[in-house]
């Protein structure tokens, strides 16, 4: 009976230490992303005014959207660094008040070459984010738990499109000051960031050990928690402890080809769906946003489903196989219904971003397999920077692929290719779940909790 209540007290102290964290850090995080997103992606809302505003062709708008990656892959690797040696604490708040004053300084855009010019300054203020944040949370709960406080995280990423897309497009609706509508929607989207930047100061903390907001009994239990898995995992000696042996492993470089590719329909969606969606019909622009964000609320709700079932079940590798097989099926459908039918279209593309959107935090789940130690911080950068490079060729190519004429033949042609690079990410994660199975079971004495 004593046993009983011993595992019931354990799993309640466990259960209420993870709540707080979530509520505490997940929370807060998700906000920061929130607004994040929303700045990196709001151009797709912006361009249907900016564009003849400025003159700026396809062209030209997906090699400006493209720069925004640039900025950001070549700083990704030395931010993270950063913060590995600072913490997280300052260090997001920095990112966090440069890139709002960059993203209030895109109302300066008066061309093609300014457009250029604060995409990419854009993409350098915000480097880092992303993988810090993934750090970040993976120093604070035990893998078990992790895919679910990831997709707090990341599911951000629907809710600011579902937000963004209708909330852009009303501010576009106002011209005060001399102001075009794009110009303030800039303005009023980047300020929240500056007030952020404060609010992450105060209620961020950056170790276990720190956290007064955790009774001493949690503090103890979470930081032992930690501290166990770690020293099993480097027991078995199956993770790259160095930045040397995280670049050439292949589960690493696996995972960084994967990113990469589910990266390509992600952004080419989050930048040229609004564009699509007005060639499907006669829609404002109001209307334009509201059904732009009609995918991004069911991604939304399979994130947090798929992020808990893998949880649950302690399955990594088929909770994202499945799911973005899905995607390239909905992909196929969205390419071949644009000429047709705008409701199959539709469709297909909220499938898509379920099975690109939904499996960002069981992908992350998959890193703590492959890393350890020092590695972690920079093998993460690495993961997201080949990654983000996707961020750079996904918008050009759709638009080279496009073309700047009314027609969807070519739309459904970019769609196509974008399908392509999706089903590349699920071949190659299955193979990464293989290699981090014959792992653990080369560890021995090391029995795995979860099975990716």
């Known amino acids: 009976m004593s046993g009983n209540t011993g595992v019931a007290d354990h799993d309640e102290l466990a259960r209420t230490t993870l709540r707080k964290v979530t509520w505490r850090l997940g929370v807060l995080l998700f906000f920061v992303y929130v607004l994040n997103y929303l700045d990196r992606t709001n151009i797709s809302i912006a361009k249907l005014k900016m564009q003849p505003d400025i003159a700026l062709s396809e062209t030209a708008f997906g090699l400006g959207a493209g720069l925004f990656f640039v900025g950001y892959v070549l700083f990704e690797v030395p931010s993270n660094m950063i913060l590995y040696r600072v913490g997280a604490r300052y260090w997001i708040a920095r990112i966090m008040f440069t890139w709002g004053l960059v993203s209030m300084a895109m109302f300066l855009v008066r061309d093609e070459w300014s457009f250029y010019a604060l995409r990419f300054l854009l993409g350098v203020a915000e480097a880092g984010l992303v993988p810090g944040v993934i750090l970040y949370l993976s120093q604070w709960v035990p893998a078990v738990r992790r895919a679910r406080l990831i997709s707090v995280f990341y599911i951000a990423v629907p809710v600011s499109t579902v937000i963004g897309a209708p909330l852009s497009s009303w501010l ?21 960031c500056l007030v952020m930047a404060f609010v992450v100061v105060r209620f961020l903390t950056d170790k276990p050990a720190q956290a007064t907001w955790l009774s001493e009994r949690q503090r103890a239990w979470l930081i ?30 696996g995972m960084s080809f994967a990113f990469f590719a589910m990266i390509i329909p992600l952004y080419a969606m989050a930048f040229f769906l609004p564009t699509i969606v007005r060639q499907m019909g006669s829609f404002s622009t109001a209307q334009i946003g509201w059904l732009t964000a009609i ?51 539709l469709t297909g593309f909220t499938l898509a971003a379920v099975g690109c959107i939904s499996t960002l935090p069981v992908f992350w789940a998959h890193a703590p397999y492959l890393l350890s130690g020092p590695a972690t911080a920079t093998g993460i950068a690495f993961i997201t920077a080949v990654g983000n490079l996707a961020g750079f060729v996904s918008p050009y190519m759709v638009a080279l692929i496009k073309g700047d004429g009314p027609g969807q033949g070519n739309s459904s042609a970019a769609v196509l290719v974008t399908a392509v690079f999706l089903t590349g990410a699920a071949v190659t994660m299955a193979g990464v779940g293989r290699r981090i199975r014959r792992r653990s079971r080369a560890a021995a004495g090391t029995p795995a909790q979860t099975r990716p």
């Open 224 to 253: 032992a928690e930690l501290d166990r898995e770690e020293e099993a995992n480097s027991a078995g000696g199956h993770r790259a402890g160095s930045l040397r042996a995280a670049v050439r492993d292949r589960g690493v470089l």
């Open 295 to 345: 995918p991004y609320v069911f991604a939304a709700l399979a994130m947090w489903l798929l992020a808990r079932n893998s949880d649950r079940t302690g399955e990594r590798t088929r909770h994202y196989v499945v799911p973005a097989l899905a995607g390239v099926a909905g992909l196929v459908l969205g390419a071949l219904s644009l000429t047709g039918s705008p409701l199959l279209a």
């Open 172 to 192: 576009m609706g106002f011209t005060p000051w001399g102001l075009t509508g794009w110009q303030f929607m800039f303005l009023v989207e980047g300020f929240p």
